[in-house]
């Protein structure tokens, strides 16, 4: 089946710093990327929906400039939360998906800002 | 707006009991229904999908249920095991590709 490597699984770094997350699809090219952020023991909050080679669409309150999104190819997009505080530390889930086929999701990174 | 609403919030089944979760829809336009199951500190992984022509489809002891009429639609876990004891998200799409909207989770524990 499709695989979506989410990497790294955990990140610690302290505030201030910026951190990068990738998310690549394995065995297929995916034309949406989505970034979803996820409290303890909460749904899926979507961040942002990005297509390979434009812009990324933000959901409403999310942090533009904070959330940096590029998605550079059909297999890889990346998350950079920018001068990271502890208040973003969350888990970060990366989907994507091909028309006509399933959404899936990576493994989640845990970041935690100290 | 919740364009999907999902219950119970949470679930507890004895092991070998049904599991049932319910989620239901406004959007006529929606035309793919999966599921997802979470375990902690892992991603969703896709467990069992269906699309409005059919009422029903089953994945081994996994069944969704489609009311398409009521815009529901249900998981059915048969013979519940403390392995599945997880997160269950529903979600709808207009067409794969489009947005997907989640419902707000289901945390299922089944106790032996």
């Known amino acids: 089946g499709a695989v979506v490597s989410q990497h790294p699984s955990w990140v610690i770094c302290k505030s201030g710093t910026s951190v990068k997350i990738e998310c690549r699809s394995l065995?297929?090219?995916?034309?949406?990327m989505f970034w979803y952020r996820q409290f303890p023991k909460q749904s899926l909050m979507l961040m942002a929906t990005s297509n390979e080679g434009s812009k990324a669409t933000y959901e409403q309150g999310v942090e533009k400039d904070k959330f940096l999104i590029n998605h550079a190819s059909l297999t890889l997009s990346t998350l950079t939360v920018t001068s990271a505080h502890p208040e973003d530390s969350s888990f970060y889930i990366c989907s994507a998906v091909q028309a006509d086929s399933p959404l899936h999701f990576g493994n989640g990174t845990r970041l935690t800002v100290t | 707006q919740q364009q999907v609403k999902q219950s119970p919030q949470s679930l507890i089944v004895q092991k070998g009991g049904i599991s049932i979760i319910n989620c239901a829809y406004e959007?006529?336009?929606?035309?793919?229904f999966p599921w997802y199951q979470q375990f902690p500190g892992k991603g969703p992984a896709l467990l069992i999908a269906i699309r409005p022509d059919v009422s029903e489809k089953k994945e081994g002891r996994f069944t969704i249920s489609f009311n398409k009429s009521a815009k529901q639609f249900s998981l059915h876990i048969m013979d519940s095991q403390p392995g599945d004891s997880a997160t269950y998200f529903c979600?709808?799409?207009?067409?794969?590709?489009?947005?997907?909207?989640f419902g707000t989770g289901t945390s299922l524990t089944v106790i032996p």
């Open positions: 065995d297929f090219q995916a034309t949406t």
């Open positions: 959007n006529t336009a929606f035309d793919y």
């Open positions: 979600a709808a799409s207009g067409y794969t590709g489009n947005q997907f909207y």
